[in-house]
């Protein structure tokens, strides 16, 4: 292929960009308008149902009939999106909410409607749920159902969003489900997005978090690491259960660390002395449980864990001998207390430990 050729090649494509990007322009300008004149008749209709609501009356069958045909394209159901949230942003009254209230059967006709449609409108459907859905957490809600079928479908956001809609106003027993679908679902859901998503439940997180507990052995490593990192950030009463995991050396690494920092934002001290087990255990590929464990050391007190956290600063590992230092600042020590280390002759655990000083120094100082 001669060098002109690959010129004209290039400068076809080059051409090619230009007017596709001209051409996405003009749609995106044309589309404009028309999304404003969408939103601008629901928000017409919607304002003319909230006066019939203050008057007492009900949502007329007509508006409910209009609105189930028109949401089921996902434009209309943007623009409806809008007028909601805009009115729900500047209204204190309890109009929109009443009004809410009896648009829930239209949302159910809808939601099935959305369930045939492709992952994306689902996902955007599940969206629109947790935002107007009424949250009653009761466990014969039909659509919660429907839900469970969204988190069926291969593709992330739509079991991220469907997930998030249970948790908004799901019961216990569905999102034990929900979870039971993810765990055997072919799409990986990353730890922290379920972690931050059962976080946001707004029912009873008690009742939730112990029913979850009892099927705890039947979920993989990946769903258990996350259900207790959800335990860790919401209760402290588990202090026994995550001594157990802790303990197990048949458990997975992962649910045995995510057990031992439970005890880093928990104190318990009976399991002080398997911290200071894993701390002092020389094994480099065991390095992992050593810095974890060290960090959980930092809220422990007592002559045997500033001497543990001590010897982690020896340690060859740097992510021990860093988290032995934090933790040692911790214990609220100075130089005079550390003479040993500072004076001493490693002179990797004394940088680190130096380091940590004078950075917590400046910190306090507002340097």
């Given at each position: 292929?001669g060098?002109?050729?690959?010129i004209y090649?290039?400068?076809?494509?080059?051409v090619s960009m230009?007017v596709?990007?001209?051409?996405?322009?003009?749609?995106?300008?044309?589309?404009?308008?028309r999304?404003?004149r969408?939103t601008r008749?629901m928000?017409?209709?919607?304002?003319?149902?909230?006066?019939?609501l203050?008057?007492g009356?009900?949502l007329e069958?007509?508006?409910?009939?209009v609105?189930q045909?028109?949401l089921?394209?996902?434009?209309?159901?943007a623009?409806?999106?809008?007028?909601?949230?805009t009115?729900l942003?500047?209204?204190?009254d309890?109009?929109?909410?009443r009004?809410?209230?009896?648009?829930q059967?239209?949302?159910l006709y809808?939601?099935l409607?959305?369930?045939?449609r492709e992952?994306i409108q689902?996902?955007y459907?599940?969206y629109?749920l947790?935002r107007?859905m009424?949250k009653k957490?009761l466990?014969i809600q039909?659509?919660q159902?429907v839900?469970?079928v969204y988190?069926?479908?291969?593709?992330?956001?739509c079991r991220?969003n469907?997930?998030?809609?249970?948790c908004?106003f799901g019961?216990?027993?569905?999102?034990l489900?929900?979870?039971?679908?993810?765990d055997?679902?072919?799409?990986?859901?990353?730890?922290k997005i379920l972690t931050?998503t059962?976080?946001?439940?707004?029912?009873?997180?008690e009742?939730?978090i112990t029913l979850l507990w009892?099927?705890?052995?039947v979920?993989?490593p990946?769903?258990q690491l996350a259900?207790?990192?959800?335990?860790?950030f919401?209760t402290?009463?588990y202090?026994?259960?995550?001594f157990a995991?802790?303990?197990?050396?048949?458990r997975?690494?992962e649910?045995?660390?995510?057990?031992i920092?439970y005890?880093g934002?928990?104190?318990?001290?009976p399991?002080?002395d398997?911290?200071?087990?894993?701390?002092?255990d020389?094994?480099?590929?065991?390095?992992?449980y050593?810095t974890?464990?060290v960090s959980a050391?930092?809220?422990y007190r007592?002559p045997?864990?500033?001497?543990?956290?001590k010897q982690?600063?020896?340690s060859?590992?740097?992510?021990?001998?860093?988290?032995?230092?934090s933790?040692?600042?911790?214990q609220?020590?100075d130089y005079?207390?550390?003479?040993?280390?500072?004076d001493g002759?490693?002179?990797y655990?004394?940088?680190i430990l130096?380091y940590q000083l004078?950075?917590?120094?400046?910190?306090?100082?507002g340097?």
């Open positions: 292929m060098i002109e050729t690959m090649i290039y400068g076809a494509v080059c230009i596709f990007n001209v051409v996405y322009a003009l749609l995106l300008r044309g589309s404009q308008p999304m404003e969408r008749r928000a017409a209709a919607v304002e003319t149902q909230l006066q019939r203050d008057e009356k009900p069958r007509r508006h409910l009939l609105l045909r028109r089921r394209r996902v434009k209309n159901l623009a409806f999106d809008y007028v909601l949230r009115l942003s500047r209204q204190e309890s109009s929109v909410q009004y809410l209230e009896q648009l059967p239209s949302i809808l939601a409607v959305y369930q045939r992952t689902a996902a459907f599940s629109f947790t107007y009424a957490h466990p039909s659509l159902d839900l469970l988190l069926e479908k291969e593709n992330l956001y991220v469907a997930l998030q809609a249970l908004a019961s216990a027993q569905h999102i489900s929900a979870l039971e679908i993810l055997r679902g072919a799409v990986f859901f990353h730890e931050e059962l976080l946001s439940y707004t029912g009873d997180h009742q939730l009892t099927r705890f052995d979920f993989t990946h769903i259900l207790l990192n959800y335990i860790r919401h402290g009463d202090v026994q259960e995550m995991l802790m303990t197990d050396p048949n997975d690494k649910v045995r660390l995510a057990a920092r005890f934002r928990y104190p318990y001290p399991a002080l398997a911290l200071l087990g894993f701390t002092l020389g094994n480099p590929a065991l390095w992992e050593a974890v464990a050391l930092a809220r007592g045997q864990v500033v001497e543990a956290l982690a600063l020896h060859p590992n740097w992510y021990v001998r860093c988290a032995a230092a933790s040692l600042e911790a609220h020590m005079m207390d550390l003479m040993d280390i500072v002759a490693d002179r655990a004394r940088e130096t004078e950075s917590h120094r400046k910190q306090k100082a340097v």
